[in-house]
């Protein structure tokens, strides 16, 4: 079974922000996979070709630009021609994958819905599963207000998503019911399973794969060089949604 994970687009759409890091939560995700026996390619749509304009990257270019920055990337989501889109789907025919994972943080959601879209649009029976912070945080709005997710991963997603693509390899129509830690839709509702307890181990994972990204011409030494050294946050700020 063939999986492709995909970090959608955010600061190559507003034409600002930071450089796309290597994505190591989908990098840990596909570890766990080949470790199963798997094929995996991961996929970050985030990263500029060759040639092309960068995002701004200094703070204070960002802070000027960002009511214009805004506009420019909701243009993008609009514009089913943007050439991100299209490389999107110039990659979903190259890999051919029988199934779509897609990470999102909350300013990523939009272009997660235009990548499910994307996903549907090429092929309909391909299931799109969602992960990351946003729909962790917002399950019940996610699944209602996006139908082209077929299932969401809530919280860590190693043991998770791992499971659930192991029911879509034994049988076309899983039923996820017994499955901890994801959201899905029946019959026009959206059904949360209780958690998955955290892992307690973080050795007893394998290391994140950093070979199996796609263009990897679009990566700098930069880009690949990022570590994890735990996870959660020690702090406690009162900004934060956590």
Not at 123 to 141: A, F, K, Q, S, W
Not at 161 to 183: I, M, S, T, Y
């Amino acid at each position: 079974m063939n999986v492709l994970l995909i970090n959608p687009p955010y600061s190559r759409i507003r034409g600002s922000g930071m450089d796309a890091w290597l994505p190591l939560g989908l990098g840990y995700l596909a570890a766990v996979l080949i470790e199963d026996g798997f094929e995996v390619l991961i996929y970050s749509a985030d990263n500029c070709q060759p040639g092309e304009p960068r995002p701004k990257r200094g703070m204070r270019e960002i802070f000027e630009l960002r009511s214009q920055s805004h506009r420019t990337c909701i243009e993008a989501l609009a514009n089913k021609n943007h050439f991100v889109w299209r490389e999107v789907k110039r990659t979903l025919e190259d890999v051919k994958p029988d199934s779509v994972g897609i990470t999102a943080l909350s300013v990523q959601y939009g272009a997660a819905v235009k990548v499910g879209q994307i996903v549907k649009e090429w092929r309909p029976d391909c299931p799109v599963i969602i992960g990351g912070h946003h729909v962790t945080y917002l399950p019940n709005e996610t699944m209602l207000s996006a139908p082209v997710f077929d299932l969401a991963v809530l919280g860590e997603g190693e043991a998770t998503f791992l499971e659930v693509c192991r029911l879509h390899r034994e049988r076309a129509n899983p039923d996820f019911k017994n499955v901890l830690g994801v959201a899905y839709r029946k019959n026009g509702d959206v059904f949360i399973t209780p958690p998955r307890q955290l892992c307690n181990d973080l050795n007893s994972l394998p290391f994140p794969r950093r070979g199996i990204n796609l263009y990897p011409e679009t990566y700098t030494k930069q880009q690949l060089g990022g570590r994890i050294y735990g996870r959660g946050c020690p702090w406690n700020c009162r900004f934060c949604s956590s």
